[in-house]
T-cell receptor, first 115, second 119 residues
Framework: GENVEQHPSTLSVQEGDSAVIKCTYSDSASNYFPWYKQELGKRPQLIIDIRSNVGEKKDQRIAVTLNKTAKHFSLHITETQPEDSAVYFCAASRSPGEYGNKLVFGAGTILRVKS | GAVVSQHPSRVICKSGTSVKIECRSLDFQATTMFWYRQFPKKSLMLMATSNEGSKATYEQGVEKDKFLINHASLTLSTLTVTSAHPEDSSFYIC????WGQGSSRKTQYFGPGTRLLVL
């Protein structure tokens, strides 16, 4: 089955700096890679996702890159702000919604943005 | 936007009782819902996949008689923790996959979670 590794487990950055979180996956058939942000006691919120037909996707200060050959994908947050502080989870799956397919999550990264 | 709700948000119960948690998709139909369990400072652990109109698929190590799942309609799945014990205390989160146009449009959204404390 799929295995997702996420690094680093904690990341502290100064406000305004960039933050990068990296994940690797094992199932070459995985084609959907979402990133979730979870604040303490709250639900995971989808912040960006990428599908295997593209190599990069950007939404304002957040971008995700995907390298299918190396089976890794990364989250990039630029101009970090204190409100970016949270736990971030990467995940991978085969086509979501199709029978038997399920998201496998990384262990999470605690991001602290220091002001 | 897509909304997934859960009820209750928090529950405290005595050991030995059963607790039912509801997961609803509010503005879309969800043929598939997932139930996760999350311990403090840990990742989400998939417990089971809930399929509308059929039996749930449980992950290895999850007792199906302990965690009963019923997905009776396209907008509701329930998780019942039977004969709860203190070790069942956890944060339980459901999620639903939006039925979009083609598999490339399907995305998974999470409910707000239910914090269960068993005394």
């Amino acid at each position: 089955g799929e295995n997702v590794e996420q690094h680093p487990s904690t990341l502290s950055v100064q406000e305004g700096d960039s933050a990068v979180i990296k994940c690797t996956y094992s199932d070459s058939a995985s084609n959907y890679f979402p990133w979730y942000k979870q604040e303490l006691g709250k639900r995971p919120q989808l912040i960006i996702d990428i599908r295997s037909n593209v190599g990069e996707k950007k939404d304002q200060r957040i971008a995700v890159t995907l390298n299918k050959t190396a089976k890794h994908f990364s989250l990039h947050i630029t101009e970090t702000q204190p409100e970016d502080s949270a736990v971030y989870f990467c995940a991978a799956s085969r086509s979501p919604g199709e029978y038997g397919n399920k998201l496998v999550f990384g262990a999470g990264t605690i991001l602290r943005v220091k002001s | 936007g897509a909304v997934v709700s859960q009820h209750p948000s928090r529950v405290i119960c005595k050991s030995g009782t059963s607790v039912k948690i509801e997961c609803r998709s509010l503005d879309f139909q969800a043929t598939t819902m997932f139930w996760y369990r999350q311990f403090p400072k840990k990742s989400l652990m998939l417990m089971a996949t809930s399929n509308e109109g059929s039996k749930a698929t449980y992950e290895q190590g999850v007792e199906k008689d302990k965690f009963l799942i019923n997905h009776a309609s396209l907008t509701l799945s329930t998780l019942t923790v039977t004969s709860a014990h203190p070790e069942d205390s956890s944060f339980y989160i459901c999620s639903a996959v939006i039925w979009g146009q083609g598999s490339s449009r399907k995305t998974q959204y999470f409910g707000p979670g239910t914090r269960l404390l068993v005394l």
